[in-house]
């Protein structure tokens, strides 16, 4: 295979070579072909016959030709319903009504003629098969009518991929939009619309999603795609949207959800909640005709979404009414019952003591000194830490669990969106050899979400107090084609793109200097507008408050494209096709990358166990924990600061190319072979002012890029990136095919590098300062003081900074990448067996694998001690962030897809993966988001290899379009009166039906105090697994199968690695129904009325969020979330013309 890999260079030179002297075309297909065989009456074939396809809607044409052994193909065919027909001297014309073609597919169409006058037409009558002959790619297309009819919430169209076996979405939301594609990380997926990629750089989010009704069709490939996809390791979304025909079409539609209709959100602990917020409306219409008929034509959208709905869940805050706030200004914590009291061996109903770390420090054998009465004396209670407790934290609203620690607090923030949508789109036949189109995408929203704690705002999901939340979002993409046929075997396509995403986020908190107001010090810094607003403030029994995390958040992405695509079938039954793709990207991130890790505001972290008023406290024989984070922050003294500021604005560029040769090569009316060649090239980002820097680990010192004969992006270009592509059909009879495929796919550069290194010393400031509890007063970092900001840039033109020389001395956090990271390849691979069962039924049952290596792969700190114990190997550098590319993962299932075609006024799509997928840990934007998934221990990588964050062992799909048989043209009732048509007649039924198993849970204990790894999973003793019988919300798996002793006795080693394994437990799986009724009012045969009704989660059934896997948390093995919406109702008016 080394071998073979040397010597592909050389044949891309070749490919190069061909490319510079031959016409050029674009990489990404938006079109379709047909193709077949035309044979006589004996079955012998025929050359020479001239094969036509008409667009039934815009009169365009389209023309090929059979060779020697009767095989045409007509090329570039523009999605639509076409008549086609072949007509040869000697013989009866051919015609096949109603042949649609769909985006990238070659559609087989064979013709039998019989000898007699060529101007006699025989009508084919036969449905063109349902079989996939010509490619060994999977996957699904979805047509207008299931993008326009089937329920989607929001009427986001992006929620069909999730109907196509193999897709599931990440994080395990239904209504979640980011997508892994038979086990491959979300971020290595490609879209594209109207062939351009349109994608943001960093998290590949959907740079401008177009309205349903401006969207022709979309096609789904999720396993061995040809050669002329690249830059994608897991699925490929190629949406086509809609043209203006030969006659005016039109909509015209509004979709409202009254209030009244949503129904409850889950009540937990046995709460009645109150009805969500939940009131959208959703208007607007498209239009779209002929300019000068069978030559010019234009469609436009246009959409406005209103929507006032609430984030809703089930929430912690500190227990305020076990706090008495004295007169005199004291504060008594008497009355404040240990959260473990009655549990965990802890005695009913104690208090916890809290003791005066002014007098003495914490020790084993109760040595420390317990406030009096605890009772905080008034000259000790920190201002700003009491400001805070009152004025930032929510009053509990329910009893709670843990003696009324948890879970107390039921969360109702009302979130406004605002959004305005334009698609637009212009086609022209300049020629019989000449085309042209052009589209524009537009979208604004405006989101502002309220505060359900006094004032501020939640995330939704987590539980963060993420107090002010305002985005802007605007994001437009243009693209054009121009397309050039030579010969009817022979055209080239021409196609420029670019994208622009703008999005802005920030804190309700920002512009208003609240640091100052309430106390805490040095935390606005003059001339830096993101300063002004209020720390974060993190608690150990998970409480959060204060500044946002993530924001403000600034990010604009330009990006252009230049791709170009040459295509030649032979008579040799071969069709070549070579391109080429250029992109330009952009981006100006401003941002807080990590959440604990750079702050504008700053941040101040109150630990449960490692906090000054905390100690080992004997009760008789018993031991426990005293101390509380409540308290320590109080007294104003937290266990960490951590502060940050970006001193620059960054401004990072790359650009990227891809070349491909394509073959498709039909052996025998019975065999085809694809087989191609791509390679990608991607320059590793730079910033435009040379404000970057990276950690080199192995020296200690900070390299300076553009500097001291550094390169500017501080990294090694990849250049050997070469990806062979090869899969064949073969049709075994009329209604039975095997195809398989095998490739390489490389993943795009989308993982955060350029950000690292952005956001480095010395053009970012971040460092992070410990209060130790066994070092006693004095505490030198206090809230109501802060930690004063370093914003001098000191760049030496030596390109190196000796990190001994930065902060005195103090713990800094830095990144690091490594320089020749290697770029991220999945193999993919797949066999299928295709049956037709019948002309509109067919089943499909196939292999689908990958296997993915050299993935992106971040590692907390690789700066930590071997031995997990605390300190650095260079302290100076504190804790590295390193991004490496260590990350593999493999993924095997078997798929099932049975499709039936639209006849008996029935059609629907059943998909079944039954599949399992692996790997060593997540991408590094989900590094510690879903399942606290940070490695254990840095140094032994493959102690992690386990079941993906998003692995869904079984995942089943239907969707359903049904027209009731009642009425005109049907098949019962077909003689009622128009009266009585009216009011019974023109009824469809629509469905998506979902059951799937549930995700992971990784056991860890989350910030271990005395550990530099933050993730140590424990020691498993027994089977967590518990019968679904026993499954409860408070118990949903057995928790004491995991040891905790290591963690909590005196003499244990707590920094010691566990014994579990990663992702061990599984969460609740789910079940959820969206279905629709909808009743056609026909006035004339071009004026009809549609009313529809639509159910989301029609069942009202609840989607268990998973269960607590931190062993640190009072919550653990429960669950206190759900995800998704309970039962949703709209109604909807939509006229059609």
């Given at each position: 295979?080394?071998?073979?890999?040397?010597?592909?260079?050389?044949?891309?030179?070749?490919?190069?070579?061909?490319?510079?002297?031959?016409?050029?075309?674009?990489a990404q297909?938006?079109?379709?072909?047909?193709?077949?065989?035309?044979?006589?009456?004996?079955?012998?074939?025929?050359?020479?016959?001239?094969?036509?396809?008409?667009?039934?809607?815009?009169?365009?044409?389209?023309?090929?030709?059979?060779?020697?052994?009767g095989?045409?193909?007509?090329?570039?065919?523009?999605?639509?319903?076409?008549?086609?027909?072949?007509?040869?001297?000697?013989?009866e014309?051919?015609?096949?009504?109603?042949a649609?073609?769909?985006?990238?597919?070659?559609?087989?169409?064979?013709?039998?003629?019989r000898?007699?006058?060529?101007?006699?037409?025989?009508?084919?009558?036969?449905?063109?098969?349902?079989?996939?002959t010509?490619s060994?790619?999977?996957?699904?297309?979805?047509?207008?009518?299931?993008?326009?009819?089937?329920?989607l919430?929001?009427?986001?169209?992006?929620?069909?991929?999730?109907?196509?076996?193999?897709?599931?979405?990440?994080?395990?939301?239904?209504?979640?939009?980011?997508?892994?594609?038979?086990?491959?990380?979300?971020?290595?997926?490609?879209?594209?619309?109207?062939?351009?990629?349109?994608?943001t750089?960093?998290?590949?989010?959907?740079?401008?999603?177009?309205?349903?009704?401006?969207?022709?069709?979309?096609?789904?490939?999720?396993?061995?795609?040809?050669?002329?996809?690249?830059?994608?390791?897991?699925?490929?979304?190629?949406?086509?949207?809609?043209?203006?025909?030969?006659?005016?079409?039109?909509?015209?539609?509004?979709?409202?959800?009254?209030?009244?209709?949503?129904?409850?959100?889950?009540?937990?602990?046995?709460?009645?909640?109150?009805?969500?917020?939940?009131?959208?409306?959703n208007?607007?219409?498209?239009?779209?005709?002929?300019?000068?008929h069978?030559?010019?034509?234009?469609?436009?959208?246009?959409?406005?979404t209103?929507?006032?709905?609430?984030?809703?869940?089930?929430?912690?805050?500190?227990?305020?009414?076990?706090?008495?706030?004295?007169?005199?200004?004291s504060?008594?914590?008497?009355?404040?019952?240990?959260?473990?009291?009655?549990?965990?061996?802890v005695p009913?109903?104690?208090?916890?003591?809290?003791?005066?770390?002014?007098?003495s420090?914490?020790?084993?054998?109760?040595?420390?000194?317990?406030?009096?009465?605890?009772?905080?004396?008034?000259?000790?209670?920190?201002?700003?830490g009491?400001?805070?407790?009152?004025?930032?934290?929510?009053?509990?609203?329910?009893?709670?669990?843990?003696?009324?620690?948890y879970?107390?607090?039921?969360?109702?923030?009302?979130?406004?969106?605002?959004q305005?949508?334009?698609?637009?789109?212009?086609?022209?036949?300049?020629?019989s050899k000449?085309?042209?189109?052009?589209?524009?995408?537009?979208?604004?929203?405006?989101?502002?979400?309220?505060?359900?704690?006094?004032?501020?705002?939640?995330?939704?999901?987590?539980?963060?107090?993420?107090q002010?939340?305002?985005?802007?979002?605007?994001t437009?993409?243009?693209?054009?084609?121009?397309?050039?046929?030579?010969?009817?075997?022979?055209?080239?396509?021409?196609?420029?793109?670019?994208?622009?995403?703008?999005?802005?986020?920030?804190?309700?908190?920002?512009?208003?200097?609240?640091s100052?107001?309430?106390?805490?010090?040095?935390?606005?810094?003059?001339?830096?507008?993101?300063?002004?607003?209020?720390?974060?403030?993190?608690?150990?029994?998970?409480?959060?408050?204060?500044?946002?995390?993530?924001?403000?958040?600034?990010?604009?992405?330009?990006?252009?494209?230049?791709?170009?695509?040459?295509?030649?079938?032979?008579?040799?039954?071969?069709?070549?096709?070579?391109?080429?793709?250029?992109?330009?990207?952009?981006?100006?991130?401003?941002?807080?990358?990590?959440?604990?890790?750079?702050?504008?505001?700053?941040?101040?972290?109150?630990?449960?166990?490692?906090?000054?008023?905390?100690?080992?406290?004997?009760?008789?024989?018993?031991?426990?924990?005293?101390?509380?984070?409540?308290?320590?922050?109080?007294?104003?003294?937290?266990?960490?600061?951590d502060?940050?500021?970006?001193?620059?604005?960054?401004?990072?560029?790359?650009?990227?190319?891809?070349?491909?040769?394509q073959?498709?090569?039909?052996?025998?009316?019975?065999?085809?072979?694809?087989?191609?060649?791509?390679?990608?090239?991607?320059?590793p980002?730079?910033?435009s002012?040379?404000?970057?820097?990276?950690?080199?680990?192995?020296?200690?010192?900070?390299?300076?890029?553009?500097?001291?004969?550094?390169?500017?992006?501080?990294?090694?270009?990849?250049?050997?990136?070469?990806?062979?592509?090869?899969?064949?059909?073969?049709?075994?009879?009329?209604?039975?095919?095997?195809?398989?495929?095998?490739?390489?796919?490389?993943?795009?550069?989308?993982?955060?590098?350029?950000?690292?290194?952005?956001?480095?010393?010395?053009?970012?400031?971040?460092?992070?300062?410990?209060?130790?509890?066994?070092?006693?007063?004095?505490?030198?970092?206090?809230?109501?003081?802060?930690?004063?900001r370093?914003?001098?840039?000191?760049?030496?033109?030596?390109?190196?900074?000796?990190?001994?020389?930065?902060?005195?001395?103090?713990?800094?956090?830095t990144?690091?990448v490594?320089?020749?990271?290697?770029?991220?390849?999945?193999?993919?691979?797949?066999?299928?067996?295709?049956?037709?069962?019948?002309?509109?039924?067919?089943?499909?049952?196939?292999y689908?694998?990958?296997?993915?290596?050299n993935?992106?792969?971040?590692?907390?700190d690789?700066?930590?001690?071997?031995?997990?114990?605390?300190?650095?190997?260079?302290?100076?550098?504190?804790?590295i962030?390193?991004?490496?590319?260590?990350?593999?993962?493999?993924?095997?299932?078997m798929?099932?897809?049975f499709?039936?075609?639209?006849?008996?006024?029935?059609?629907?799509?059943?998909s079944?993966?039954?599949?399992?997928?692996?790997?060593?840990?997540?991408?590094?934007?989900?590094?510690?988001?879903?399942?606290?998934?940070?490695?254990?221990?840095?140094?032994?990588?493959?102690a992690?290899?386990?079941?993906?964050?998003?692995?869904?062992?079984?995942?089943?799909?239907?969707?359903?379009?049904?027209?009731?048989?009642?009425?005109?043209?049907?098949?019962?009732?077909?003689?009622?009166?128009?009266?009585?048509?009216?009011?019974?007649?023109?009824?469809?039924?629509?469905?998506?039906?979902?059951?799937?198993?549930?995700?992971?849970?990784?056991?860890?204990?989350?910030?271990n105090?005395?550990?530099?790894?933050p993730?140590?999973?424990?020691?498993?003793?027994?089977?967590?697994?518990?019968?679904?019988?026993?499954r409860?919300?408070?118990?949903?798996?057995?928790?004491?199968?995991?040891?905790?002793?290591?963690?909590?006795?005196?003499?244990c080693?707590?920094?010691?690695?566990?014994?579990?394994?990663?992702?061990?437990?599984?969460?609740?799986?789910?079940?959820?129904?969206?279905?629709s009724?909808?009743?056609?009012?026909?006035?004339?045969?071009?004026?009809?009325?549609?009313?529809?009704?639509e159910?989301?989660?029609?069942?009202?059934?609840?989607?268990?969020?998973?269960?607590?896997?931190?062993?640190?948390?009072n919550?653990?093995?429960?669950?206190?979330?759900?995800?998704?919406?309970?039962?949703?109702?709209?109604?909807?008016g939509?006229?059609?013309?």
């Amino acid at each position: 295979m080394t071998k073979y890999l040397k010597s592909l260079p050389a044949l891309c030179t070749v490919v190069c070579l061909f490319l510079a002297f031959s016409p050029k075309g674009r990489a990404q297909a938006t079109t379709g072909s047909i193709t077949g065989q035309v044979t006589d009456a004996t079955g012998a074939v025929v050359p020479n016959v001239s094969i036509t396809a008409t667009d039934i809607n815009k009169g365009i044409t389209f023309t090929g030709r059979t060779d020697g052994v009767g095989i045409y193909v007509v090329l570039n065919v523009t999605p639509g319903m076409y008549k086609v027909t072949a007509s040869a001297p000697g013989f009866e014309t051919g015609v096949a009504l109603n042949a649609n073609i769909v985006i990238d597919q070659k559609l087989l169409l064979n013709f039998r003629l019989r000898a007699g006058a060529v101007d006699t037409t025989v009508v084919v009558t036969q449905a063109p098969t349902m079989l996939q002959t010509q490619s060994s790619e999977t996957g699904a297309v979805m047509e207008t009518q299931d993008i326009t009819d089937l329920p989607l919430q929001g009427r986001n169209f992006f929620a069909l991929p999730l109907l196509v076996p193999g897709v599931v979405s990440v994080g395990g939301s239904i209504n979640s939009f980011a997508l892994s594609v038979n086990g491959n990380r979300e971020y290595g997926n490609s879209i594209k619309i109207d062939g351009v990629e349109s994608t943001t750089n960093r998290t590949q989010d959907v740079t401008v999603i177009p309205s349903v009704d401006s969207v022709q069709e979309f096609k789904v490939s999720t396993s061995a795609y040809n050669a002329e996809f690249g830059s994608s390791a897991g699925g490929v979304v190629s949406i086509q949207t809609k043209a203006g025909t030969n006659q005016f079409h039109g909509v015209a539609y509004e979709f409202f959800r009254p209030n009244f209709t949503a129904a409850r959100p889950y009540g937990f602990s046995g709460a009645t909640v109150p009805p969500s917020i939940l009131k959208q409306h959703n208007y607007g219409g498209t239009l779209g005709g002929p300019i000068v008929h069978n030559k010019a034509f234009f469609f436009g959208s246009y959409e406005r979404t209103k929507l006032s709905n609430a984030y809703t869940y089930l929430d912690s805050t500190p227990p305020t009414n076990q706090i008495n706030f004295l007169p005199d200004g004291s504060v008594d914590l008497s009355q404040m019952v240990d959260p473990n009291a009655g549990t965990k061996g802890v005695p009913a109903g104690i208090k916890i003591p809290i003791f005066d770390p002014s007098v003495s420090f914490a020790c084993y054998g109760g040595c420390s000194q317990q406030f009096p009465g605890n009772i905080i004396p008034a000259s000790r209670v920190s201002p700003a830490g009491k400001s805070t407790l009152l004025d930032f934290f929510a009053r509990p609203n329910l009893p709670g669990t843990s003696n009324g620690w948890y879970n107390n607090y039921f969360v109702d923030s009302p979130v406004t969106t605002d959004q305005n949508q334009v698609d637009a789109r212009y086609d022209q036949e300049i020629s019989s050899k000449d085309r042209l189109y052009l589209t524009y995408h537009y979208l604004n929203q405006n989101q502002l979400v309220t505060d359900p704690y006094n004032g501020a705002t939640v995330v939704p999901g987590g539980g963060d107090a993420d107090q002010g939340n305002k985005e802007d979002l605007e994001t437009q993409t243009l693209s054009a084609s121009y397309t050039h046929i030579f010969s009817p075997t022979t055209l080239n396509e021409f196609r420029f793109g670019y994208s622009r995403y703008a999005q802005n986020q920030f804190s309700l908190l920002s512009g208003t200097d609240y640091s100052t107001k309430y106390g805490v010090g040095n935390i606005a810094v003059p001339g830096y507008e993101a300063t002004v607003g209020y720390p974060q403030i993190f608690m150990g029994t998970g409480y959060l408050a204060g500044g946002s995390t993530y924001k403000p958040y600034h990010v604009l992405d330009s990006n252009y494209a230049i791709t170009d695509n040459f295509t030649w079938s032979s008579v040799a039954r071969h069709e070549f096709k070579f391109g080429e793709e250029f992109r330009r990207l952009s981006s100006r991130p401003v941002f807080s990358l990590f959440p604990t890790g750079f702050e504008y505001y700053g941040s101040f972290g109150f630990s449960q166990t490692a906090d000054p008023t905390y100690s080992y406290f004997q009760n008789g024989a018993f031991f426990y924990n005293g101390g509380s984070d409540v308290a320590d922050l109080l007294l104003g003294l937290p266990f960490t600061v951590d502060i940050g500021l970006q001193l620059t604005q960054p401004h990072t560029q790359s650009w990227n190319l891809g070349l491909y040769a394509q073959d498709t090569f039909k052996v025998s009316p019975q065999l085809t072979l694809n087989y191609g060649l791509r390679y990608e090239f991607q320059d590793p980002y730079v910033e435009s002012n040379n404000y970057e820097s990276n950690v080199d680990v192995a020296s200690g010192f900070i390299l300076l890029a553009g500097r001291g004969g550094n390169a500017r992006s501080l990294m090694v270009a990849r250049k050997n990136d070469i990806a062979p592509r090869v899969g064949f059909s073969y049709l075994i009879n009329n209604n039975t095919v095997v195809r398989g495929g095998y490739g390489l796919f490389f993943s795009p550069e989308n993982d955060g590098r350029e950000d690292f290194l952005t956001q480095n010393n010395p053009f970012a400031q971040q460092a992070v300062y410990t209060n130790y509890w066994y070092d006693g007063p004095p505490y030198e970092y206090v809230l109501d003081t802060g930690v004063a900001r370093d914003i001098t840039i000191n760049a030496p033109a030596s390109g190196k900074i000796d990190p001994s020389t930065l902060a005195n001395g103090k713990l800094e956090t830095t990144y690091a990448v490594r320089p020749n990271l290697k770029t991220g390849v999945s193999q993919l691979f797949n066999m299928a067996v295709q049956r037709e069962l019948s002309t509109n039924l067919s089943l499909e049952v196939a292999y689908v694998g990958s296997l993915a290596h050299n993935l992106s792969y971040q590692i907390g700190d690789v700066n930590a001690n071997a031995d997990g114990s605390e300190g650095q190997i260079t302290p100076y550098l504190g804790k590295i962030q390193y991004l490496g590319d260590y990350g593999s993962a493999n993924f095997n299932s078997m798929q099932v897809k049975f499709t039936k075609r639209e006849s008996h006024n029935l059609s629907f799509l059943l998909s079944y993966t039954y599949g399992h997928s692996f790997d060593n840990g997540p991408a590094p934007f989900n590094l510690g988001k879903i399942n606290n998934d940070e490695p254990q221990n840095p140094y032994n990588l493959p102690a992690e290899w386990g079941s993906s964050d998003s692995d869904v062992r079984q995942n089943f799909v239907f969707s359903g379009l049904y027209r009731l048989p009642f009425g005109h043209g049907q098949k019962f009732f077909s003689n009622w009166g128009r009266t009585t048509n009216m009011l019974l007649g023109g009824w469809q039924l629509n469905s998506i039906y979902v059951m799937q198993s549930g995700l992971p849970v990784n056991v860890v204990r989350v910030n271990n105090p005395t550990s530099a790894f933050p993730g140590l999973r424990p020691d498993q003793v027994s089977d967590p697994n518990i019968p679904r019988s026993q499954r409860t919300l408070m118990k949903y798996f057995n928790t004491d199968a995991f040891s905790t002793a290591r963690f909590t006795c005196p003499t244990c080693d707590a920094n010691a690695p566990g014994n579990a394994a990663r992702n061990i437990v599984r969460g609740p799986g789910n079940i959820n129904l969206d279905s629709s009724l909808f009743k056609e009012l026909q006035f004339t045969e071009r004026y009809r009325l549609q009313l529809r009704l639509e159910a989301f989660n029609t069942l009202n059934t609840p989607h268990f969020a998973n269960p607590d896997g931190d062993l640190a948390n009072n919550t653990f093995g429960e669950i206190t979330r759900t995800t998704g919406n309970m039962r949703i109702v709209q109604i909807a008016g939509k006229f059609i013309f």
